[in-house]
C-alpha cells in the first residue's frame, strides 16, 4: 500500500496539490467557523492539517527545485494575499472571531509566509558541503526523477 502511494507521488507533485487543497480549504472563513464551533470538524481540521504537514515533508524531498518553486511560488502569494485582505478589510469575515483578531491573523500570516519563503531560499541557497556530488538544497531521495 504504502509503495503504491509513493509511486504516485514520485516528483512531490501529487503530494504538494493535497497540501495546497487542504490549507486553501481550512482558510476559508465558513470553515473557520465551523471549526470553532463544531468539535468534530476542529477535531478533523487538526488531523488533516497534520497530515498535510507529513505530506507536505515527503512531498519536498521528492520535488525538484522547478516542481518546489511553481508550489511555493503559489501558495506564499496566496497566503500574503489573504493576510493582506484579513488586515484591511473592515468586514469581519469569520464571525467567531472580532475584527482585531482578524486583523492580527493577517499580519502574522503575511508575517509566516515571508518567514516561508525566506526559509525555503535559504535552503536553495546555502553553500555545498565539502563532498562535490551533494547538490545545494534539501535532502534529495537516491532515485532519478523520470517519470516511467
Known amino acids: 500500500m504504502v509503495w503504491r502511494l509513493s509511486r504516485l507521488n514520485q516528483v512531490g ?3 504538494l496539490m493535497a497540501v495546497l487543497l487542504t490549507v486553501a480549504l481550512w482558510m476559508l472563513p465558513s470553515m473557520v467557523d465551523r471549526a470553532v464551533v463544531e468539535p468534530a470538524t476542529d477535531a478533523a481540521k487538526l488531523l ?3 497530515g498535510a504537514g ?4 515527503g512531498s519536498m524531498q521528492r520535488a525538484p527545485a522547478p516542481v518546489q518553486l511553481f508550489f ?6 496566496m497566503a500574503v494575499w489573504l493576510g493582506v485582505y484579513f488586515a484591511s478589510t473592515d468586514l469581519r469575515l469569520c464571525n467567531a472571531y472580532s ?5 492580527d491573523t493577517g499580519r502574522g500570516l ?3 509566509a515571508a518567514l516561508i519563503g525566506t526559509a525555503w531560499l535559504w535552503s536553495w541557497l546555502r553553500p555545498v558541503s565539502a563532498d562535490p556530488t551533494l547538490s545545494p538544497g534539501l535532502p534529495r531521495p537516491s532515485h532519478d526523477y523520470k517519470v516511467k
Open 99 to 103: 475584527l482585531q483578531s482578524q486583523v
Open 110 to 112: 503575511v508575517a509566516l
Open 48 to 50: 488533516s492539517l497534520w
Open 13 to 15: 507533485l501529487t503530494g
Open 54 to 57: 507529513w505530506v507536505l515533508r
Open 72 to 77: 511555493v511560488g503559489y501558495a506564499l502569494p
